[in-house]
């Protein structure tokens, strides 16, 4: 019977989505804080997230899919709401807008979107390694200029209206070096005294309104170890263009912009030029850093002037010998009279490779020489951050310049006297086999420091002391804090954990096991999730994982053998006070070790004390930072499990059994192991299918465990008591009619609670509900009656398809859970959807059935779905749906885009 009559509506992502996690791209320039809003903005895979450092988790996201990764994030100054740039691999270019101002940091909801606003395909120039967006306001409406340059060693340059989102102009420069492009930055070149806006939210300060509406100045830097500056040509045709693009005049016709052209070249770099920021000062000259791969940083005065005025011939020569006697760099000329650039100092602090330098740029306060703060990072060994200030740093700006309408007064120095910038701070990490950062910049009231490193982690450094002490004194610190996290790879599997779902475990090719719990909130008094533990760093990319209990999980990775590891005291301790989890009736009498460690030459994590190695520093009762979930939450291997000849794709655990499956080449490889939970020793072997099997999955009490394979089939079997094999065969797909088997690959599988029931998710885009052909022939499904089934054919039992669902695409999971005579059953697609429908009658008739959307949906295949387990079982009703539970119903899942989520369902069952 299918279940044809299923209504679909569109689910509202603030009600359900109580928690998103997901890493940083590894990019250079994957992060951008906004100013307005106080919120971290940074690519994850092919998303954008937004990270509010006050409540230290996500709280939004892009909705739409996008092609490619994120490679490059920018803030678009001057915009009415929030406005962020993104470059995509695929070449795209995006601006998406911040549909929702308020964070509502008292609960764990994903509220803010980011809907986009103008999105220009790319052509077959390929990726783009960095680009910029600048908003000029012009009467017709809001025009944006777009600069990417990518792999082709050519610069595109687009002008668009965010009104309509109709592309109205596009210009290519070709570069005669043909040098690749490592940073591109567009800079206005004229700034009148900034107008404050009222704030759109309680994070910060807002932005400034629109500045400028002349075309930009470019800069770029590449492999040719110079700094590039581009400017438009001014002469009267194009000064009449420049003129009809600003004023945006709707007669039909677009309006190219002026062809740009190089007017300078600032040589000085010894290696590639991997970074470049720009901050324009009170008296309207331009700060302009650039990092190279040398690890030196090169600060740079651009002094220009208004081309479309007139000079005499003697205000030119003052504008180049103003400050060239007190220099001994010669200063660079800028070609057809716009200015000279001076450089400022050379700032040498790195090792290696710098990744990224950012100005302070206070949004209602326009700095002076003396006020000027910049923040720089390499990606190298040195795992480093500084903050760089002039050695006389106006004390007053970082106290007074955020919270008053004046500007504050300067302090008084000798003019003659000479500028030396000095290292304020120095962040970073310290020991470990870790790469370096690959962005750092201020918050917008210059209080914090924000960073990510090579593998995706956000960190966060709060200054703490006195006022003036944050502006350049000494009597404060800086204070590393928690920080939202996740993997940077695709995340291949979850695994409540088994005795009351207190928390999820998530696995990924990123060689990491992480563990995510509710924290409470002293101040709401309610559980926010985060990521609260590491427990394993590996050297081969993960494939699957298995809670066992609350202190023991298993994971396998692209390797033959299964790893089985168990919480150290110290931080099960820890946990336990954290999330305020109770007494632990399962730990009481088990032996644990204090702390866990990954050795210098080793593979996995092994006791601190086997490796006579120092202690790792005691745990406080806040939640760790990135520094210490990487390296002191890791939980030791306390047994590894061989038996399988191929890569293992998949299991399955409980409090007394573990079943694992490997990658099959032969029929024999694709037998599932049983194995024992209590000794680790292998039980029995399961030889059934003849291709891969994709998953395993146990019912709630343990007694009948269920393999699908990649050959369409699947088979059950049943717990034995007293016998000397644990498990026997009950059924298998061949007993069932040719009409109800699958036509593709089966993906995925689960059971319904508390019922001998089960689900089938296929490539074919159907997911099939099977029970007993006869019901009163199968066993107690709690499992405590002995079994007497054979391996017989005359004894096996058939079973049947219940019903049908169709689904509009590839099923790649599925999960189910039975609450208040309903039936919720979770599918998650190749496109990334994930959909729930809920049904409300007996097993045999399906009825209507009320499809929701869940959104934010992955951007790509869904790998697993599962809800949390009850924390103790319901009774069951006759026909399998189970009574009502305190907790809420969640629903975590995982996928190729990096994301891990959690749903809560709660109120679909209520509706």
């Known amino acids: 019977m299918d279940g044809t009559s299923i209504s679909s509506k569109p689910d509202d992502c603030s009600s359900s989505t109580v928690y998103m996690s997901a890493a940083v791209n590894q990019c ?19 998303r954008l997230l937004c990270y509010c450092p006050k409540s230290g988790r996500v709280v939004g996201c892009s909705r739409e899919a996008s092609r490619g990764n994120v490679t490059c994030v920018r803030c678009v100054l001057g915009a009415t709401t929030p406005l962020y740039f993104a470059a995509y691999t695929s070449g795209d270019v995006a601006l998406w807008e911040l549909q929702q101002h308020q964070c509502n940091t008292a609960t764990g909801a994903v509220g803010n979107m980011l809907v986009r606003r103008v999105h220009m395909k790319g ?4 990726s783009v390694s960095s680009g910029d967006c600048v908003l000029l306001s012009g009467g017709g409406g809001s025009i944006v200029v777009v600069a990417t340059g990518g792999l082709d060693q050519h610069i595109n340059i687009t002008t668009a209206s965010l009104s309509t989102g109709d592309v109205l102009s596009t210009q290519t420069i070709s570069l005669r070096s043909r040098s690749l492009i490592l940073e591109l930055r567009l800079l206005q070149q004229q700034f009148p005294p900034p107008v404050v806006i009222p704030p759109t939210c309680d994070l910060a300060p ?3 309104t629109a500045r400028d509406n002349a075309m930009p100045l470019l800069l770029y830097g590449g492999d040719d170890s110079k700094l ?5 040509k001014q002469d009267d045709s194009n000064m009449q263009k420049q003129q009809a693009l600003e004023k945006h005049e709707t007669d ?30 009170r ?9 190279s791969k040398d690890g030196g940083i090169r600060v740079w005065r651009l002094q220009l002037r208004d081309n479309m005025s007139v000079e005499t011939s003697s205000m030119k020569q003052d504008l180049v010998s103003s400050t060239a006697s007190q220099l001994r760099v010669k200063p660079v000329r800028l070609r057809g009279d716009k200015g000279q650039a001076v450089l400022e100092t050379v700032l040498c602090g790195h090792d290696g490779w710098l990744a990224h330098v950012s100005w302070l740029n206070l949004p209602d306060y326009t700095p002076c020489e003396r006020s000027l703060r910049l923040v720089s990072c390499a990606q190298t060994e040195d795992r480093a951050i500084i903050v760089w200030q002039p050695q006389y740093y106006d004390s007053n700006v970082a106290s007074n310049g955020n919270s008053s309408s004046t500007p504050p007064q300067e302090t008084n120095y000798d003019e003659n006297e000479e500028e030396v910038w000095v290292e304020a701070a120095r962040l970073g990490e310290v020991g470990g086999n870790r790469e370096g950062f690959y962005s750092a910049m201020f918050s917008p009231d210059g209080t914090a420091v924000y960073g990510h490193s090579y593998q995706g982690g956000l960190h966060h450094w709060n200054y703490e002391g006195d006022s003036t002490a944050t502006s350049g004194g000494t009597s404060g610190v800086w204070q590393p804090q928690p920080t939202a996290s996740g993997h940077f790879m695709p995340v291949v599997d979850l695994s409540w954990e088994a005795t009351a779902g207190r928390y999820l475990l998530t696995t990924s090719l990123d060689q990491t096991t992480r563990l995510h719990a509710p924290v409470m909130d002293a101040h709401t008094k309610q559980g926010v999730w985060h990521e609260v533990c590491r427990p394993q760093v590996h050297g081969y990319d993960m494939s699957c994982v298995a809670s066992v209990g609350v202190a023991s999980f298993v994971a396998g990775a692209e390797e033959k053998l299964l790893r089985a590891f168990a919480a150290p005291t110290q931080l099960l301790d820890r946990l336990a006070r954290l999330c305020e989890w109770g007494h632990i009736a399962e730990i009481e009498g088990r032996e644990f070790v204090e702390e866990a460690a990954v050795p210098s030459l080793g593979l996995s994590n092994k006791s601190v004390a086997d490796q006579q190695q120092e202690a790792m520093p005691k745990f406080t009762e806040s939640r760790l930072t990135e520094d210490s979930l990487m390296a002191g939450s890791l939980w030791p291997e306390v047994c590894k499990l061989y038996g399988h000849g191929h890569e293992l794709v998949c299991t399955a655990a409980t409090a007394h059994h573990i079943a694992t499956a490997c990658r099959a080449t032969a029929p024999p490889d694709a037998a599932v192991i049983i194995w024992s939970a209590a000794s680790w020793q292998q039980l029995q072997v399961l030889a059934h299918h003849r291709l891969t099997v994709t998953q395993l999955c146990f019912t709630a009490h343990g007694d009948k465990l269920l393999t699908v394979s990649r050959a369409r089939t699947w088979a059950v079997y049943q717990r034995q008591l007293h016998q000397d094999v644990p498990f026997a065969l009950l059924s298998h797909s061949g007993l069932a009619e040719a009409a109800e088997q699958h036509s593709r690959i089966i993906w995925a599988a689960d059971w319904i609670t508390n019922a001998d029931i089960f689900l089938t998710a296929s490539r074919d885009k159907t997911v099939a509900v099977w029970g007993p052909a006869d019901p009163a022939s199968t066993n107690d499904s709690t499992g405590q009656q002995e079994s007497t089934v054979g391996t017989s054919s005359e004894e096996l039992q058939p079973w049947k398809t219940r019903f049908t669902l169709k689904e509009p695409d590839e099923v790649t999971a599925v999960a189910v859970s039975a609450v208040q005579n309903a039936w919720i059953i979770a599918t998650g697609l190749s496109c990334g959807r994930v959909r729930v429908h809920v049904f409300r009658s007996c097993i045999g008739v399906p009825g209507t059935a009320v499809t929701h959307e869940l959104f934010p949906s992955h951007h790509s295949t869904v790998r697993r779905l599962a809800f949390r387990p009850e924390a103790s079982p319901s009774p069951t009703a006759s026909d399998g749906t189970a009574h009502s539970q305190e907790q809420p119903l969640l629903l975590a899942s995982c996928g190729n885009d990096n994301l891990a989520c959690i749903y809560d369902c709660s109120r679909f069952v209520r509706e």
């Open 28 to 46: 250079r320039k994957a992060m951008v804080c906004c100013p307005v809003t106080g919120l971290l903005v940074y690519g994850a895979a092919s």
């Open 123 to 126: 052509g077959a120039g390929g």
């Open 206 to 208: 807002p932005l400034t």
């Open 228 to 232: 590039h500056i581009f400017a438009p």
């Open 252 to 281: 039909g016709k677009i309006h190219a912009p002026a062809p740009y052209e190089e007017v300078a070249v600032l040589p000085g770099h010894q290696d590639w030029v991997t970074a470049i920021d720009a901050i324009t000062l």
């Open 283 to 291: 008296n309207g000259d331009v700060m302009v850093a650039s990092g």
